[in-house]
């Protein structure tokens, strides 16, 4: 029977896809979600920009004299519907800063994984969701473009706020900055590195689609940079679309991992950690490559006003640190998690280790005066290119996969199990009613379906 949704004049809420007996996968999407082609920028290949050329004398001889680089991770920031989770997690981001302390001990930067601009990246919407919020954040924000950024509507061009503001050709101040005394960016391009003498940020742009879509010259050129940067100093990708995430809206993107593994394949060297945004939330997974863990961030919660919670088994919230294996047989462990705070993560790299924490801010029903709460922290060492041990991280092993795949089947009613979903690395409660094809076509969808609603 077909649920009746409109009566007497009234029309109500809108059908769930295949519930009319058709099929999701050929509805037309709201939104036009479709690859845009890239714009033209003031950079030339291999579109990189020093740190140096942005940051004070004084603070990069800080950082080089004592060894350490320490700067902000962010990312889905924009406030569009409600400004004030944007307003605390700045607050929260400013409060960070100690001036008494050398620049090395304080954030250098502030790196944004996109979604810097709800919905569509309008050079209208930057002063409210940027040069506003961040009026009194003290240095410089650098980003990588998020499928809203690039999302134009019909009367504008894709990435046209983006390119203007953070790849200007110089410093100017722009009209939409208004009152705050922040200038233009002059990042080189939408894809781009960042060079800084601890750890260089391999940024790309995952354009529009949900999942992500990234093909060539940017595919090219992300081999070249892996390649050819220097082989003394880790790799950090950035980028919006998560190669992994157990969250319940977005889920991971199999594309992603593509173009990251061939990558790898094909230049010899594998990025040293991933840094993504889009899912509202905060996560640290790790992958285990042989004897080398790779840690992938997941940093979203930054400000817009809806988070995404991790999937639930059996009703009830899972406890990291769990260990999923991917559509490839890798396993991949959820270490810590936050979906229900916003926050930001700070990252301290010297020629040695990788230090991060991540601070969640108190919501807007909470005291301000909360502050901010550490619920992760994680050192992982550069040489070994392992979590150092006896920090708050519990090792990857086999027993814990196979304890975990042990407790989720005991914990299941018959009527639900474990299963793994392509990327999106996942415990799913599913319905033994459903056939193995079904499921199949849910989960591909799950990752590729345009969504109808604003991410
Ligand atoms: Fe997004």
């Known amino acids: 029977m077909v649920l009746s949704r409109a009566a007497k004049g009234h029309s109500f809420g809108r059908s769930r896809p295949g519930e009319d007996g058709g099929y999701s996968l050929h509805k037309t999407p709201v939104r036009n979600t479709s690859f845009r082609p890239l714009p033209p920028t003031w950079g030339s290949a291999p579109y990189r920009l020093d740190l140096k050329s942005i940051v004070s004398d004084a603070d990069y001889a800080s950082i080089v004299n004592n060894k350490k680089l320490t ?5 889905d920031m924009g ?20 001036p008494a302390k050398p620049a090395s001990e304080n954030p250098a930067f502030l790196y944004i994984t996109g979604d810097c601009v709800y919905f569509n990246g309008e050079i209208s919407q930057y002063f409210s969701q940027f040069y506003e919020p961040y009026t009194h954040y003290p240095k410089p924000i650098l980003a990588v473009p998020g499928n809203h950024d690039g999302e ?6 894709s990435l046209d706020g983006f390119v203007r503001n953070f790849c200007a050709p110089k410093p100017v101040k722009l009209p939409e900055s208004g009152d705050s005394n922040r200038t233009a960016m002059t990042q080189p391009n939408v894809y781009w590195t960042l060079l800084t003498p601890f750890v260089n940020i391999v940024g790309l742009y995952s354009n529009v689609p949900e999942g992500g879509e990234i093909i060539a010259p940017q595919t090219d050129w992300l081999v070249n940079e892996l390649k050819t940067l220097p082989a003394n100093i880790p790799i950090f990708v950035a980028l919006h679309h998560p190669v992994y995430s157990a969250d319940a809206y977005h889920s991971g993107s199999t594309h992603m991992k593509q173009v990251i593994e061939t ?16 899912v509202h939330d905060y996560q640290r997974l790790t992958k285990a490559m042989g004897d080398v863990q790779v840690p992938y961030l997941v940093a979203g919660n930054g400000g817009y006003h809806n988070l995404h919670s991790i999937m639930k088994v059996d009703g009830a919230k899972m406890i990291a640190p769990v260990v999923f294996k991917d559509k490839e047989d890798d396993p991949v462990t959820l270490e810590k998690y936050s979906d229900d705070h916003w926050g930001f993560v700070r990252l301290e790299v010297t020629d040695k280790t990788v230090l991060g924490r991540f601070y969640q801010v ?13 619920t992760d922290y994680f050192e992982f060492d550069l040489k070994t290119r392992r979590y150092t041990p006896n920090t708050l991280t519990p090792a990857t092993t086999a027993s814990t996969v196979a304890k975990a795949t042990r407790a989720a089947k005991a914990s299941t009613s018959s009527a639900s199990r474990v299963r793994w979903v392509g990327s999106r690395i996942s415990v799913c409660v599913t319905n033994a009613g459903i056939s193995s ?19």
């Open 79 to 98: 406030g569009i519907k409600y400004g004030v989770p944007q307003e605390l997690v700045a607050s929260g981001m400013e409060a960070d800063f100690d």
């Open 71 to 75: 700067f902000h991770l962010n990312g």
């Open 263 to 278: 990558a790898a394949e094909k230049s010899g060297r594998h990025p040293d950690m991933v840094l993504a945004g889009h």
């Open 362 to 374: 108190p919501r807007p029903q909470e005291p301000y005066s909360k502050g901010n709460q550490l």
């Open 152 to 157: 134009n509507l019909t009367t504008g061009s």
């Open 437 to 455: 094809a079904a499921r199949s076509a849910r989960s591909d969808s799950s990752i590729t379906r345009p969504s109808m609603r604003p991410r």
